[in-house]
């Protein structure tokens, strides 16, 4: 059975034809450009602008760079180790998900409307998100049990009658109760109380250790709460890096609301295995549209994700990045569109399309009008159905006049793209300006070196973890690493990218 088609639930580039172009040739025997028939764009110029905004916004890492990131790193994971000895709610030994890219950046399928703007360039040059698991289920003979009753499709309250009675002692502080007419009480773990608590520990931490600096130490340049999520901003050398911390709540297996989408045929069939795909999921903390907001968490497929890219060609991504970019600027506001469905959108087009026409390596162009057109169809008929739980439509609550706003500005883009991603690539190539301005302005003695930059013989495993994590970053955007860490010798991480142990 074929996974379903984005045509038969929103109207997709497929309903305008086989090619979401209609692209076609000049005359002379069918030897001239090939054409966008909408915008009148050569296709070879849209594939060279896109070509041109992945160069600026890829940005190459020197080594220095990749030692930066490598500190900020370990000091993000050194302070989550002391918020656990805290009040020990945190797990001890814990695993976390670190994404390249922020939660701006759709990365995870979070609310944007209480998230403060921040911009590259102006406010960080680098960007991750890093899931860290408040609790863990990840007994793989313990079913799934999730409590949705009260909520829309995608989302589930928590009961901690799931875990022992130390771990409710814990976190009843961080839940809301209700007595049952049985006379029993029921906790129900709450992602507002859990963020309140976090952010507290987060920055009393940090409080504690700016009062006993070290050298080397990043500078914290910003700690804030937006909404559930935590940012913070740290200054290495003259890199400054942002990382979107989310508590979440971790477990193995495989939510029930979603085993209907493993019976359908997908477009990672053979490439990877179905048990690297169902892993795992998370709930993280975000309502439904009408949810009660202290109660409700969102299930997320973020480690799935991760897996799943692998599986997409290079093109496509490239095309998938430069959509991201334009739609960012164009749909800020109001804020009904996340980039998160454009990589639904992604994800559908990926199922719908044969692989060996996703391949080709000169189709971004394709590709970038294709995303277009099927955000478009989603805007028009309000329907963007989540790629793991079909039946779920992430467009549900949208008003029929931001619709319509919304698509009349797609409409623009796809008039003129060539003019849209120039615009996009200037942008790109100013926040790279600022990156450059602020190193050469600020990376002298007033920065504090790495502590890696002056490291011996001894410290040459930090080198090479280093060069390993720019090979990351600069090669493959976007994987998982997994950290297992323990908070009483925090300089000895344990690290696992993708499937490889370090």
């Keep these: 059975m074929a996974a379903p088609a984005l045509s038969s639930r929103a109207g997709s580039a497929g309903s305008l034809g086989n090619s979401p172009t209609a692209a076609g040739r000049l005359l002379h025997g069918g030897a001239g450009p090939e054409i966008d028939f909408r ?31 490598h500190t900020a790193k370990d000091f993000i994971f050194s302070m989550l180790g002391m918020v656990q000895k805290l009040d020990q709610k945190l797990p001890v030994a814990n695993e976390y998900l670190l994404l390249s890219g922020g939660v ?69 502080d961080c839940c809301t109760i209700v007595d049952h007419i049985s006379g029993t009480t029921n906790y129900f773990f709450s992602p507002t109380l859990v963020a309140d608590w976090f952010y507290q520990s987060i920055s009393l931490v940090l409080l504690e250790v700016q009062k006993k600096p070290q050298r080397g130490m990043p500078r914290v340049e910003k700690v804030e709460r937006n909404g ?33 989408w493993l019976m359908e045929n997908h477009f990672w069939d053979g490439k990877i295995t179905e048990e690297e795909v169902i892993s795992g999921f998370y709930l993280v903390p975000a309502s439904s549209f009408k ?70 390596d000169d189709f971004s162009a394709h590709f970038l009008l294709g995303l277009i057109d099927d955000l478009q169809h989603c805007l028009v008929n309000k329907m963007c159905p989540n790629y793991f739980i079909p039946q779920c439509n992430m467009l549900e609550h949208l008003s029929d006049e931001t619709a319509v ?19 996009t690539i200037e942008h790109a ?32 495993p930090d080198d090479r973890l280093a060069k390993k994590l720019q090979q990351l970053v600069t090669e493959n955007p976007g994987k998982s690493i997994s950290v297992f860490i323990n908070p009483d010798d925090v300089t000895r991480p344990h690290f696992r990218i993708d499937d490889k142990f370090f």
């Design 39 to 69: 915008s009148a764009a050569r296709m070879e110029d849209l594939n060279r602008l896109i070509q041109e905004y992945s160069k600026h916004d890829l940005r190459e890492y020197d080594d220095q760079r990749a030692l930066e990131i």
């Design 104 to 172: 701006r950046e759709g990365v995870v399928d979070m609310d944007l409307d209480e998230l403060s703007v921040y911009a590259r360039g102006t406010d960080y040059d680098m960007d991750f998100t890093l899931l860290v698991p408040a609790l863990k289920l990840h007994d793989r003979n313990q079913p799934v049990t999730l409590d949705m009753r009260h909520s829309a499709l995608g989302h589930s309250w928590l009961s901690l009658r799931l875990f022992d009675e130390s771990t409710i002692n814990k976190w009843k």
């Design 228 to 260: 559930t999520i935590i940012s913070v901003i740290l200054g290495v050398g003259s890199s400054r890096m942002l990382y979107d911390i989310v508590p979440v709540v971790s477990f193995k297996g495989w939510p029930a609301v979603a085993q209907s």
């Design 291 to 360: 949810g009660r907001k202290e109660n409700e968490w969102r299930l997320s497929f973020a480690r799935s994700e991760v897996q799943l890219k692998k599986c997409i060609s290079s093109s496509l991504m490239q095309a998938y990045q430069a959509c991201k970019a334009i739609i960012i600027k164009l749909l800020s506001r109001p804020k009904a569109i996340s980039p998160y469905h454009l990589r639904s959108i992604m994800l559908w087009a990926c199922d719908r399309l044969p692989t060996n026409y996703l391949g080709q």
């Design 405 to 423: 706003l919304h698509a009349r500005k797609l409409s623009s883009v796809r008039s003129d793209p060539a003019e849209h991603l120039r615009t």
């Design 429 to 460: 190539k100013a926040a790279n300006r600022l990156t450059v301005d602020l190193q050469w302005r600020g990376g002298g003695a007033n920065n504090p070196p790495s502590p890696q930059s002056d490291a011996g013989g001894e410290n040459q």
